[in-house]
């Protein structure tokens, strides 16, 4: 029990008659304290569920999860994959390289299978909510603030979304957590005992190395920590810059070097796309519609600290990463971009609300109902403002359904599938609420959609090649070759930098058995050359997808 | 690093945003005649800045 609610408690035990107002006003806020922890281990159940039910299922849930499938998998080989896109078979990734790496013994041990990346994704998720609990834990020694602190990550609708898939953007946000809640433990530890801590230090430049070599968005997080040490220690901080500069284009040439130039073009040339500002606009919006709560407190301690204190390591994360997050508006961009800024903001609200409470304490003293009252109170409710504007549950679970029911939201909503090959179809009934919006991530797979993955499976399987596939997973399923990366292809095309005369006379000689479209992600002249040589035979619908199955006019 | 060096900090950085977004129209970047939409929120942010670290100069060498 936390030293308030025990002050609360004994000054209650002091009264011999205690009135109902007062009795009501010492247990106020416990109420509301552990309804806004309910709720958000609700959130977590919510989490584990959609991710134990992703674990399950066998084919792309996400566009592109195949493709970090393909990078393990040709890391578990020995090979590197950023690969000549111009030959069969015309793949390459865009992403560094650490997440598929540490992915690697799964896919040795178990084979390859969508589950591991999801696994090491969503282990990954756990271990930044748990950095984030740590870091308000270290100030502010309050068990439940800790835990809402990191439970609200977790219920966060994007870290729920992109937590357990095969992706490696919840990866890098768990090295820059650690990075960043480490670095601020190093300085305060070196400033209170008064000397230097360079073991540590070097380990949080591990970390912020790691991060970066997850995936190329963390130099927002690694300029952070060093403005952060500019402004504490700048010598020392130039001093560490320069090492650090250097072992990071080191690695980063021997990368270069070794896959003959093709890391440059692949994950630098191939991530300038062009900037949609009404994407960036409306993503703002909505991040800021579902966590106001936590942003608002977040963006008031870090003004409160830029003029009244030091400022802290993490109120210059939350605005650079917030700063970082218009790159949202980059075509193929989305809301994950948003999760680092999503990490900070729910450790600065930990800690702006322990600074707060123990303001209140001492104004307090021993009264048994004051200032603490209130601004527990507040606090709790608070968060469960918070937890209802996160609102988002699957509702073919009746447990859930009745909770959505209960408490006066939406049970089901009414979705038209996703086409782009086919013609427009009917809005269908969806299990699945969020107060994201329509959102098509989130929403469990099924039985049926493991089904129609199985069909379009069986369908490759039928011929005698590898898929001409938008999604990697179907060709893994009938154990034929991963041929293309479409939004890779897509962007070194609008940079000029494929030659696509390779592919082009495969599919005008049809040396594809099948093509497999879902949102039509290829390059102008590739779709022009299906188009002419290839045609729809079946309609499957998965995940809320129609896909094209097509086969030689 | 003291409140009034974050200051000038602040200062340079928005003044560096705000010459930064006219080097691009020079650059031929932009698709816009004059001022551009985006090119008129990156000033707004510029001159946001910049009032903050003016904001600033006043604390003095309080530690930043």
């Known amino acids: 029990m936390s030293d308030e609610f025990v002050a609360l408690q004994e000054g209650g035990e002091e009264e011999t008659a205690v009135s109902l107002p007062t009795k009501l006003?010492?247990?106020?806020?416990?109420?509301?304290?552990?309804?806004?922890?309910?709720?958000?281990?609700?959130?977590?159940?919510?989490?584990?569920?959609?991710?134990?039910?992703?674990?399950?299922?066998?084919?792309?849930?996400?566009?592109?999860?195949?493709?970090?499938?393909?990078?393990?998998?040709?890391?578990?080989?020995?090979q590197w994959p950023y690969r000549d896109n111009n030959a069969y078979p015309f793949y390459s990734s865009n992403y560094p390289p650490l997440f598929h790496v540490v992915t690697v013994p799964l896919v040795w041990l178990f084979g390859p299978h969508y589950w591991t990346g999801r696994?090491?994704?969503?282990?990954?998720?756990?271990?930044?909510?748990?950095?984030?609990?740590?870091?308000?834990?270290?100030?502010?020694k309050r068990w439940w603030l800790s835990a809402l602190a990191g439970l609200a990550f977790l219920a966060s609708n994007y870290v729920y979304h992109v937590g357990p898939l095969f992706r490696q953007h919840m990866f890098?946000?768990?090295?820059?957590?650690?990075?960043?809640?480490?670095?601020?433990?190093?300085?305060?530890?070196?400033?209170?005992?008064?000397?230097?801590?360079?073991?540590?230090?070097?380990?949080?430049?591990?970390?912020?190395?790691?991060?970066?070599?997850?995936?190329?968005?963390?130099?927002?997080?690694?300029?952070?920590?060093?403005?952060?040490?500019?402004?504490?220690?700048?010598?020392?901080?130039?001093?560490?810059?320069?090492?650090?500069a250097a072992v990071t284009g080191l690695i980063f040439l021997w990368i270069n070097w070794s896959t003959?130039?093709?890391?440059?073009?692949?994950?630098?040339?191939?991530?300038?796309n062009p900037f949609i500002r009404e994407q960036a606009i409306g993503l703002f919006r909505q991040w800021f519609t579902l966590h106001t709560v936590l942003t608002v407190a977040a963006l008031v301690f870090a003004v409160y600290q830029l003029y009244f204190e030091r400022l802290s390591l993490y109120a210059i994360w939350f605005v650079v990463a917030l700063l970082n997050s218009v790159t949202a508006g980059k075509w193929g961009a989305g809301e994950s971009y948003f999760a680092t800024a999503v990490a900070a903001s729910c450790i600065l609200t930990g800690l702006a609300f322990h600074r707060v409470l123990q303001w209140a304490e001492k104004r307090d003293g021993r009264r048994p109902v004051?200032?603490?009252?209130?601004?527990?109170?507040?606090?709790?409710?608070?968060?469960?403002?918070?937890?209802?504007?996160?609102?988002?549950?699957?509702?073919?679970?009746?447990?859930?359904?009745?909770?959505?029911?209960?408490?006066?939201?939406?049970?089901?909503?009414?979705?038209?599938?996703?086409?782009?090959?086919?013609?427009?179809r009917d809005p269908e009934m969806i299990p699945y609420v969020d107060s994201a919006g329509v959102s098509l991530l989130g929403r469990p797979p099924t039985a049926a959609?493991?089904?129609?993955?199985?069909?379009?499976?069986?369908?490759?399987?039928?011929?005698?090649?590898?898929a001409f596939s938008e999604d990697a997973g179907f060709n893994f399923y009938a154990g034929r070759d991963i041929v293309t990366n479409p939004t890779q292809l897509l962007n070194l095309y609008n940079n000029n930098q494929v030659d696509l005369t390779d592919m082009l006379d495969m599919l005008n000689n049809q040396a594809f058995d099948s093509v497999i479209l879902r949102a039509q992600f290829y390059p102008p002249p590739v779709l022009d050359a299906i188009g002419?040589?290839?045609?729809?035979?079946?309609?499957?619908?998965?995940?809320?997808?129609?896909?094209?199955?097509?086969?030689?006019r | 690093m003291t409140k009034r060096q974050l200051g000038y900090a602040f200062i340079a950085l928005g003044l560096l945003a705000a010459v930064?977004?006219?080097?691009?129209?020079?650059?031929?970047?932009?698709?816009?005649?004059?001022?551009?939409?985006?090119?008129?929120?990156?000033?707004?942010?510029?001159g946001a800045i910049i009032l903050v670290g003016v904001s600033l100069l006043p604390l003095g060498d309080r530690p930043a």
């Not at chain 1, 247990?27 to 609700?42: E, K, M, T």
């Not at chain 1, 990078?71 to 080989?77: I, R």
């Not at chain 1, 003959?260 to 300038?272: C, I, S």
């Open chain 1, 25 to 78: 006003a010492i247990y106020a806020p416990r109420i509301l304290i552990g309804l806004a922890l309910a709720a958000f281990v609700g959130y977590f159940v919510v989490y584990a569920v959609y991710a134990y039910r992703l674990f399950q299922f066998p084919f792309d849930y996400d566009q592109g999860e195949g493709f970090e499938l393909m990078d393990t998998v040709l890391f578990s080989q020995g």
């Open chain 1, 119 to 140: 696994l090491v994704s969503f282990l990954g998720t756990l271990i930044t909510a748990a950095a984030i609990g740590y870091a308000v834990q270290r100030e502010g």
């Open chain 1, 172 to 244: 890098m946000v768990m090295f820059e957590t650690l990075a960043v809640v480490l670095m601020t433990a190093v300085i305060a530890q070196e400033e209170a005992a008064g000397k230097k801590l360079n073991g540590r230090l070097l380990l949080v430049m591990l970390l912020l190395l790691a991060a970066g070599y997850t995936k190329q968005l963390a130099y927002a997080t690694v300029a952070a920590v060093f403005i952060f040490f500019f402004i504490r220690q700048p010598k020392r901080a130039v001093l560490w810059a320069i090492p650090f």
């Open chain 1, 260 to 272: 003959n130039g093709m890391w440059l073009l692949n994950t630098v040339t191939a991530n300038l």
């Open chain 1, 370 to 424: 004051g200032w603490q009252t209130a601004v527990l109170t507040a606090v709790g409710l608070l968060f469960l403002i918070q937890a209802n504007k996160m609102f988002h549950m699957p509702t073919d679970v009746p447990a859930f359904r009745a909770i959505a029911a209960a408490l006066g939201k939406p049970t089901e909503v009414w979705i038209a599938p996703q086409t782009s090959c086919s013609a427009p």
């Open chain 1, 449 to 466: 959609d493991t089904a129609a993955g199985i069909q379009i499976a069986e369908f490759v399987a039928a011929g005698h090649t590898a």
């Open chain 1, 532 to 552: 002419q040589q290839y045609e729809t035979v079946e309609l499957v619908q998965m995940n809320g997808f129609v896909y094209c199955l097509m086969r030689p």
């Open chain 2, 20 to 46: 930064g977004s006219f080097v691009n129209d020079m650059l031929g970047a932009g698709e816009f005649q004059g001022v551009g939409p985006t090119q008129r929120l990156a000033l707004l942010a510029a």
